[in-house]
């Protein structure tokens, strides 16, 4: 059973529009929500990562908005730009425990 | 960039066959991962470290084994690879989260080795 699922598997945006992208999960002892991207032939890299302890966090163009009661994260990437397109991760963890579980990724193609 | 370096990049070996990958890092961190990489599947933990000869297993283990005799080296074996078993493999390290929250508990991943089980 996956820990975490995530949707859409495929997202196409046009340049300048709002990508989002959507993660549940179950499992409440988890407490650290990091978003990946990741680039034809390469590994994933670090996005932007959460804890619960606040609702948003925003770096640059990227928002974290956290759900807590709702067991839901997502990820927005505002004024989307061709270079973004990637596949984004999201994953999840218990902090001290440093066992990461991931969802099945979203394809996102922004389209010039 | 976390130095990391996965080998091989490519393999096509054959059904019933053992296959070691593996995995140096020159960061000293404590934590190394192998995931695998699969169409709809996303990125699914084989095993982990959390130091020298210190491993768990993760959701997908069933025929994989590691060892861990070195910091720096993490080895992934298929005993007798399977076409189910065709697959990207990562590996990754981390410093490991901690109660600083200077310590972003960040995964840093290799480029992949791309192995095809005949």
């Known amino acids: 059973q996956q820990q975490v699922k995530q949707s859409p598997q495929s997202l196409i945006v046009q340049k300048g529009g709002i990508s989002i992208i959507n993660c549940a999960y179950e499992n409440t002892a988890f407490d650290y929500f990091p978003w990946y991207q990741q680039f034809p032939g390469k590994g994933p890299a670090l996005l932007i990562a959460?804890?619960?302890?606040?609702s948003e966090k925003k770096e640059g163009r990227f928002t974290i908005s956290f759900n807590k009661s709702a067991k839901q994260f997502s990820l927005h990437i505002m004024d989307s730009q061709p270079g973004d397109s990637a596949t984004y991760f999201c994953a999840a963890s218990i902090y001290n425990f440093n066992k990461f579980y991931f969802g099945s990724g979203t394809k996102l193609n922004v389209k010039p | 960039d976390a130095g990391i370096t996965q080998s091989p990049r490519h393999k096509v070996t054959e059904t019933g066959t053992p296959v070691t990958l593996r995995c140096h890092q020159t960061e000293n961190h404590r934590y190394m991962y192998w995931y695998r990489q699969d169409p709809g599947h996303g990125l699914r933990l084989i095993h982990y470290s959390y130091g020298v000869k210190d491993t768990d297993k993760g959701e997908v283990s069933d025929g994989y084994s590691v060892s861990r005799s070195k910091t720096e080296d993490f080895l992934l074996t298929l005993e007798s690879a399977t076409s189910s078993q065709t697959s990207v493999y990562f590996c990754?390290?981390?410093?490991?989260?901690?109660?600083?929250?200077?310590?972003?508990?960040?995964?840093?991943f290799g480029e992949g080795s791309r192995l095809t089980v005949l």
């Open positions: 959460i804890r619960p302890d606040v």
């Open positions: 990754a390290t981390g410093r490991g989260a901690s109660g600083g929250r200077e310590n972003t508990g960040e995964l840093f």
